[in-house]
């Protein structure tokens, strides 16, 4: 005869299956995250800078603003600064460094389940939320959106979500001006 246990018929219990099966999922999220920012510890770490790749989130593999050879972006070329939304209520990396008068173009990828949005501007705009300031909404789980602003005052400049709760949270970025 035959049973109807699914515990039996394999020999190995459903709940097991059900941990491995979490795990695996789990596993797969870690590696697609590691691929999205160029490594799982360069992830974690979080650096200045704009892009992914060596170095930690945001670092790029060439010289950053100030050092020399960094080439800034411009309105025909805007330099990628590539932005990671979540998991939870952060952005990494949390503090950016661009050039005065550089264009660069922030490409956002939310992590997680949570919708995100991406202000940037001047710091008192995106922190009052105010109407106009540059910014792309509704980016969901592991979409990737973009807006290109010009950095070309003195600053001070920021970045933040504004979906209900986040900025509260402490979902922001800070942008320093170099030279």
Request: contains cysteine; charged residues 10%.
């Amino acid at each position: 005869m035959q049973s109807t246990n699914d515990t039996s018929r394999a020999g190995v219990p459903a709940w097991l299956v059900l941990l491995l099966a979490i795990a695996a999922l789990v596993v797969a999220t870690a590696a697609l995250t590691a691929t999205l920012a160029g490594g799982a510890s360069s992830w974690v770490n979080g650096m200045m800078g704009g892009g992914y790749g060596p170095g930690g989130a945001g670092a790029t593999t060439g010289p950053q603003p100030g050092e020399p050879g960094f080439v800034a972006g411009t309105v025909a070329a805007p330099r990628i600064v590539r932005v990671i939304a979540g998991p939870g209520l952060a952005f990494s990396p949390s503090t950016i460094a661009v050039a005065r008068g550089e264009t660069v173009t922030f490409e956002v990828t939310t992590v997680g389940p949570t919708v995100h949005e991406f202000m940037v501007g001047p710091a008192d705009a995106v922190a009052a939320d105010q109407a106009g300031t540059p910014e792309v909404a509704d980016i969901g789980m592991m979409q990737t959106k973009s807006v290109t602003f010009t950095f070309d005052g003195s600053g001070p400049y920021a970045y933040a979500c504004h979906v209900p709760g986040h900025y509260e949270a402490g979902m922001r970025g800070t942008i320093s001006v170099v030279g």
